[in-house]
């Protein structure tokens, strides 16, 4: 299989907390995983390549300090969204290509609310 | 010009329609291709893979590529009121997809 789960599915923090949303790879090992974002009606805009025991590779305009992404194992990566603001709500997904699937999988996204 | 093109939609069928969904793109060197469908408030569930140019068939999905004209498109048979959603095409040249904008689809009963 390749199922890809992502935690928690939605989160309401208060404006300046950090948020973590996690990412696992149940049935596969993933070395690369990337995190998206999605505005309302809007296709998914890739923000960063997570990949197993190194740095993350940002993408232009995603900051690096704010969007901490760390993937300390094949199965697992973490995106922590430091001091969160209101204008950081978005849906957040993460996927993964490997299993005994073709393509890419994803998780079924975090909807994150800053208040 | 974005590398990825998709009518937004909304677009509205009756039921039993046959839909026909479309994408253009720009980077010659894209060589995988994939439709998504994505419902509110889910991540998207892949539909289609392919990587060469023709026509792919899963039921009543059919994925055609056009190499020469940077064209995709996913022929949806006798649709049904629960393939009303997001349908997003994607495409890759190496690891990181590049998505569509997404049609948005209702198939009315």
């Known amino acids: 299989g390749a199922v890809v789960s992502q935690h928690p599915s939605w989160v309401i923090c208060k404006s300046g907390t950090s948020v973590k949303i996690e990412c696992r790879s149940l049935d596969f090992q993933a070395t690369t995983m990337f995190w998206y974002r999605q505005f309302p009606k809007q296709s998914l805009m890739l923000m960063a390549t997570?990949?197993?025991?190194?740095?993350?590779?940002?993408e232009q305009g995603v900051e690096k300090d704010k969007f901490l992404i760390n993937h300390a194992s094949l199965t697992l990566s973490t995106l922590t969204v430091t001091s969160a603001h209101p204008e950081d709500s978005s849906f957040y997904i993460c996927?993964?290509?490997?299993?005994?699937?073709?393509?890419?999988?994803f998780g079924s996204g975090t909807r994150l609310t800053v208040v | 010009q974005k590398e990825v093109e998709q009518d937004p939609g909304p677009l509205s069928v009756p039921e039993g329609a046959i839909v026909s969904l479309n994408c253009t793109y720009s980077n010659s060197a894209f060589q995988y291709f994939m439709w998504y469908r994505q419902y509110s408030r889910k991540g998207p569930e892949l539909l289609m893979y392919?990587?060469?140019?023709g026509n792919k068939e899963d039921g009543r999905f059919t994925a055609q590529v056009d190499k020469s004209s940077k064209y995709i498109s996913l022929f949806i048979r006798d649709s049904q009121p629960s393939d009303s959603a997001t349908y997003l095409c994607?495409?890759?040249?190496?690891?990181?997809?590049?998505f569509g904008k997404g049609t948005s689809l209702l198939v009315t009963p």
């Open positions: 994607a495409m890759a040249s190496g690891y990181a997809l590049n």
């Open positions: 997570s990949n197993e025991g190194s740095k993350a590779t940002y």
């Open positions: 996927s993964a290509r490997g299993g005994d699937r073709e393509g890419y999988t």
């Open positions: 392919t990587y060469s140019s």
